[in-house]
């Protein structure tokens, strides 16, 4: 995969596929790989070009542990989609993601055609507020969890009642999240990315065709404060995909694969 200097960083990125570009961007800790399972495989079987990366805070690309925002994160993606020549690119956005592909289509709507929001908030509220300050806190006490505990809270945390009562399921998310390697500096930074100050009414300016999708059992980003962004970006449509928490993209891939291939190719495509 090559690594380029973007936005004053060393940026690691994969091209995949052929046909019009979608740049996907992952979560607070999420590497590229999370994308190639399932979405990559989908949208590239629909006929379109992928181009997945490491956000800052994630190796191979540049760490910063001194720290970064999200407006550096934004011009991370803008960078990238200059340097490769492929505007105007649909994007995508997971959580954090989401957060950057909201600003990059306010900020940049040259650069962008369609956006998908999945997992999203327009602003902190005092639980989500109370979560980071939490983990945040634990992360510079120097603590460090033993591997299956971390396992089974980020279980809770992150997927659905329906995969959690799956006793087999259950099994294999487990063994994934307890091999996960321990988080690098970076991650500290992308915490502070997440205390997003209430940005819905500067979304009202959002000219970019938008679609929000939620789900169900989204502890961390539940479906009500999706639909507030949902509201805010003029035109927006907004799906809720039940049965999933913060991971649905990969708990129901087919469903959110099918949501967004909809929407790439819907009266909205340009």
């Not at 089974?152 to 997927?159: D, G, I, T, Y």
């Not at 449509?237 to 967004?260: Q, R, S, T």
Request: proline fraction near 7%; hydrophobic fraction near 40%.
């Amino acid at each position: 995969m090559p690594v380029v200097p973007v936005n004053g960083i060393r940026l690691n990125y994969e091209d995949t596929g052929e046909g019009e570009p979608v740049v996907m961007i992952q979560g607070t800790g999420g590497g590229r790989t999370a994308w190639q399972l399932h979405q990559v495989p989908a949208l590239t079987a629909a006929g379109f070009r992928v181009i997945t990366f490491d956000n800052r805070g994630i190796p191979p690309t540049s760490e910063c542990p001194e720290g970064f925002t999200l407006q550096d994160m934004v011009g991370d993606v803008a960078g990238l989609v200059e340097r490769l020549g492929i505007g105007p690119v649909r994007v995508v956005g997971t959580s954090m993601g989401a957060f950057v592909a909201q600003e990059l289509s306010l900020a940049r709507p040259d650069l962008v055609r369609q956006t998908v929001l999945m997992a999203t908030r327009g602003r902190t509220d005092a639980l989500r507020a109370a979560l980071t300050r939490a983990e945040t806190e634990l992360h510079d006490s120097g603590v460090t969890l033993p591997a299956r505990y971390s396992a089974v809270l980020r279980a809770l945390k992150f997927l659905s009642p329906r995969t959690l009562d799956d006793e087999r399921e259950l099994a294999d998310w487990l063994d994934l999240f307890e091999l996960a390697p321990p988080a690098g500096p970076g991650l500290r930074a992308q915490m502070e990315v997440s205390r997003l100050e209430n940005r819905l009414a500067a979304y009202r300016g959002i000219r970019v065709p938008c679609q929000v999708i939620a789900f169900a059992d989204d502890l961390v980003t539940p479906p009500h404060l999706g639909r507030e962004v949902a509201d805010a970006i003029p035109g927006a449509v907004f799906e809720v995909i039940e049965g999933c928490g913060h991971y649905g993209y990969l708990e129901d891939p087919a469903a959110v694969n099918k949501a967004m291939v909809q929407f790439f190719t819907g009266p909205t495509a340009g």
